[in-house]
């Protein structure tokens, strides 16, 4: 299974940001989306980088008293990790296990089209495996003519 299986079935919606805004303005993003990362642009829409609401709780500790004008390029990750469309889900879960994130954005020809959580590629493993498990025990218990 790829990468793209996902895209197929999530979409390709991606929520950015620009770089100027505010921690508390990002938190809003954060909860009207029910979302836990948003991609970070500048106003010619160039990714910039990303942030998680870990970053958000984090800075929030540490900038408790001027969360509402500290922007979020303070607090955001810039040495992206990014995945393809064709890339195989055991690869994306090692790597995204290896460095200890969970969300992870796709590109496609240095153009994004979207991001997928850990979330997204446990369910579809898990998913595929069922569909694996269900064929073998049909066809040990003999349902299939022929």
Same mark, same amino acid.
Request: proline letters at 2%; glycine letters at 4%.
């Given at each position: 299974?790829?990468?793209?299986?996902?895209?197929?079935?999530?979409?390709?919606?991606?929520?950015?940001?620009?770089?100027?805004?505010?921690? *508390?303005?990002?938190?809003?993003?954060?909860?009207?989306?029910?979302?836990?990362?948003?991609?970070? @642009?500048?106003?010619?829409?160039?990714?910039?980088?990303?942030?998680?609401?870990?970053?958000?709780?984090?800075?929030? @500790?540490?900038?408790?008293?001027?969360?509402?004008?500290?922007?979020?390029?303070?607090?955001?990750?810039?040495?992206?990790?990014?995945?393809?469309?064709?890339?195989?889900?055991?690869?994306?879960?090692?790597?995204?296990?290896?460095?200890?994130?969970?969300?992870?954005?796709? *590109?496609?020809?240095?153009?994004?089209?979207?991001? @997928?959580?850990?979330?997204?590629?446990?369910?579809?493993?898990?998913?595929?495996?069922?569909?694996?498990?269900?064929?073998?025990?049909?066809?040990?218990?003999?349902?299939?003519?022929?």
């Amino acid at each position: 299974m790829k990468v793209n299986d996902i895209l197929a079935v999530k979409g390709s919606r991606v929520v950015t940001i620009v770089a100027s805004t505010s921690i *508390f303005d990002a938190m809003l993003v954060f909860a009207a989306n029910r979302i836990g990362s948003l991609l970070v @642009i500048d106003k010619n829409e160039n990714i910039l980088g990303i942030i998680c609401a870990r970053d958000v709780l984090m800075a929030t @500790i540490n900038h408790y008293e001027d969360i509402k004008s500290v922007p979020i390029d303070k607090i955001m990750s810039t040495d992206l990790i990014v995945g393809r469309k064709d890339d195989d889900l055991d690869y994306v879960r090692a790597v995204m296990t290896k460095n200890r994130i969970r969300h992870l954005p796709i *590109f496609d020809n240095k153009k994004i089209i979207g991001l @997928i959580s850990m979330g997204d590629v446990v369910n579809a493993q898990v998913e595929e495996k069922d569909v694996e498990l269900r064929y073998y025990r049909d066809y040990i218990s003999d349902r299939y003519p022929g």
